[in-house]
């Protein structure tokens, strides 16, 4: 079957929010009517944890540090050429 070439970092997505709901709720134990938005956020940016996409963090935007790999396609083979960081 074919997977959409999204699906893993979906995945990684639904499990940093799961990740900081439950540091939020069963770990630091605070009440589900005292969560907000933004407490969630705050607890993503120090969320980290290996993830099917690799390492999963954010910065102080709120974006995902990552690294690309730039490729060439040659016949039916993808070559890595080099790296943007």
């Known amino acids: 079957r074919n997977i959409n070439f999204f699906a893993p970092y ?25 969560l907000s938005g933004d407490l969630i956020l705050d607890q993503l940016t120090i969320t980290n944890f290996t993830g099917i996409t690799g390492n999963v963090s954010f910065d102080l935007n709120y974006d995902r540090p990552s690294d690309y790999a730039i490729v060439n396609l040659v016949g039916t083979n993808l070559i890595q050429v080099g790296t943007w960081t």
């Open 10 to 34: 979906a995945y990684d997505a639904v499990f940093a929010f799961a990740y900081a709901l439950h540091e939020l709720l069963e770990v630091r134990g605070i009440p589900l009517s005292n």
